[in-house]
């Protein structure tokens, strides 16, 4: 990280020239908006079947309502197929191919090395502490030239959230944009970082319905940013990037949030219950806490307890060549009655 900090100014001086400078699509939908009788603008099929129409290019029902929830602004929020599509397109915006670098923590989610990978864009890499908190003497060392950080926290594969005042160290300290990642904010019991937006006009936060709302199915991911940075995201997406069935569902979903909170609730209940039993295995080296819906767990024999869940049917993620998860299974907390196979499965193997 530099370390004669330029301030963050202007999102315009971070943004990509050619997408500064392009013209985006401006598809049927965005030309008119308002309320009509007829439209025969779009080249539709007018002989009504339920998905007939082209959907609201900027979701904004779905917003709107996000918006109060989560206490910003509908122009805050940007919605992709997936986190996954947001993780993309900020790289794409912000990274010039063969140039520009990324900077990960490591162990963490793939995907931000992956669609780096794709866009030509270098990874830099700094390794979190054995306690999978973030170094921060490691990136004041780094000469590190990066356009985008990505944190991710609650951390994926590691289950930890990463500390609250380092994080806010970053975003003090470095002149691009942070990217967090709270894919499983609402099993933790921290803060998000989203009020935080106000302050930091370089704060990028993720959040997704692929885990707590439970749809990962329908690919709807969240970001929150300030106005400026949400308007390149939109320049650049695929004008109709969210369908209208994912749409109908996740508005549904919200607004019955009692759903998901109670979701949350028994599954920080069962993870507690099973924290407590793998830890009293004699195959269990280490449990590790967790502020998400799964643990990661050292093992004497990790490889080959995976292999015995595989044979009983159960899949659990093995991360055993995961730099610093060395021996560990993610194991992701199911239903209570599947929790109890799980153990079962593992007595008996402890048993042999
Ligand atoms: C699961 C997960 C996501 C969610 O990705 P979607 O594309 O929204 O399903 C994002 N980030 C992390 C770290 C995850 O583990």
Redesign the pocket.
């Known amino acids: 990280m530099k370390s004669n900090t330029r301030q963050f100014n202007d999102i315009k001086t971070l943004v990509r020239k050619n997408i500064l400078n392009m013209k985006p699509y401006a598809s049927a939908r965005d030309e008119f908006k308002g309320e009509a009788e007829i439209f025969l603008d779009a080249n539709e099929n007018p002989f009504s079947s339920p998905y007939n129409r082209y959907p609201d290019p900027l979701q904004w029902k779905v917003k709107e309502k996000l918006a109060i929830i989560k206490d910003v602004k509908p122009e805050q929020i940007f919605l ?1 197929n ?4 947001a993780i993309d397109l900020v790289i794409r915006a912000f990274c010039e191919p063969n140039d520009d670098a990324i900077l990960i923590t490591e162990p ?2 793939g ?1 931000y090395a992956v669609c780096a990978a794709v866009n030509a864009v270098k990874v830099e890499k700094i390794l979190l502490t054995p306690e999978f908190d973030i170094d921060l003497d490691a990136f004041s060392a780094s000469d590190s030239k990066a356009k985008v950080i990505f944190l ?1 926290s609650p ?2 594969p590691t289950g930890n959230l990463l500390s609250y005042n380092k994080i806010i160290e970053v975003l003090n300290r470095f002149d691009g944009l942070v990217v967090i ?1 709270e ?2 904010i609402d099993f933790s019991n921290s803060r998000s970082f989203v009020p935080e937006l106000t302050k930091y006009p370089n704060l990028i936060v ?1 959040q ?4 707590a709302w439970g749809l ?1 199915g329908l ?3 969240m970001c929150f940013a300030s106005p400026e940075i949400i308007q390149v995201l939109n320049k650049i997406k695929y004008p109709y990037n969210i369908n209208s069935v994912t749409q109908k569902l996740a508005l549904e979903a919200l607004n019955n949030e009692q759903q998901k909170n109670a979701w949350v609730k028994d599954l920080v209940e069962q993870r507690t219950r099973m924290a407590m039993a793998l830890r009293k295995l004699s195959i269990t080296e280490q449990v590790y806490p967790s502020a998400a819906n799964f643990l990661l767990v050292r093992l004497k024999e990790a490889f080959q307890t995976y292999q015995y869940l595989m044979k009983k049917g159960i899949i659990v993620r093995d991360r055993s060549n995961v730099v610093l998860c060395n021996g560990c299974l993610r194991i992701t907390i199911g239903t209570p009655q599947e929790n109890t196979q799980l153990l079962d499965a593992l007595h008996n193997l402890a048993a042999k």
Do not use: H, I, Q, V
Request: with cysteine.
């Open positions: 992709g997936g986190s996954d599509e963490t989610y995907m991710c951390n994926n990642d894919a499983y993720l997704t319905f692929s885990k990962a690919r709807l991911g």
